[in-house]
């Protein structure tokens, strides 16, 4: 079996942090209120189909019309979605640099907006300017761990899935990948990264 050669990161929670509290907690005082708006009228579920292809005009007002009374909430998210990712990962910017700087080439799948995606990426250019290709979910209408978007990735990023190595946070998707036999590594933090890439020849 040939060593991978190519990294293909996820985003969000391996390259940057993020969090759709992020954004409400600046706009509904901590406590019942907040925790109750996250848990029934805003929730991952309910974002999740900007992922899966579906635009924010037509997930907002089918949530206003569930939830007429948080309708200024609601019709925030979009115009403000940069506001739910706070920062870069810890290491993270520096582990890209290092990797970019010893030739390895850089992808990313992303389960993302199509739509919310080219904002974000701008907000984070010395990480983002340094990968070859992204594939986004919301523009491909195909969400990890769905096998038909590593399939469609490794295509498009010339690569077989032995010569690759995937990160993500998720261990679906973790698990998604190894079965098509990609080396899939499940991120927890940065120092745990760099050792297994150490460990496959990729940092020094």
């Known amino acids: 079996m040939p060593a991978p050669h190519a990294v293909i990161f996820d985003v969000g929670r391996v390259l ?7 954004l409400y907690e600046r706009l509904i005082p901590e406590g019942e209120a907040l925790d ?31 939830y007429p ?7 925030l998210f979009g115009p403000r979605f940069n506001d739910t990712n706070s ?20 992808f990313a799948i992303t389960n993302f907006s199509g739509e919310f995606f080219p904002p974000f990426r701008v907000k984070y250019p010395a990480m983002f300017d340094r990968f ?6 919301g523009d491909e209408k195909l969400m990890k761990p769905d096998a038909a978007i ?9 690569l077989k899935a032995e ?8 261990a679906d998707n973790v698990a998604g990948a190894a079965a098509l036999g990609i080396h899939a590594i499940r991120f927890t933090d940065e120092p745990a ?12």
């Open 193 to 204: 990264l760099r050792a297994e890439l150490k460990t496959l020849g990729m940092l020094s």
């Open 16 to 22: 940057v942090d993020w969090e759709i509290r992020f």
């Open 150 to 158: 590593y399939r469609l990735a490794l295509d498009r990023f010339g």
């Open 132 to 137: 070859r290709d992204i594939v986004v979910s």
């Open 69 to 75: 009374q948080h309708a200024e909430l609601i019709e």
């Open 163 to 170: 010569e690759a190595v995937f990160v993500d946070d998720n």
């Open 87 to 106: 920062s870069a990962i810890p290491g993270m910017p520096e582990l890209l640099a290092e990797l970019d700087s010893a030739g390895v080439p850089l």
């Open 36 to 66: 109750a708006f996250l848990r029934d009228v805003v929730t991952p579920e309910w974002h999740f189909q900007h992922d899966a292809g579906r635009s924010f005009a037509e997930t907002s007002v089918e949530l206003t019309a569930q």
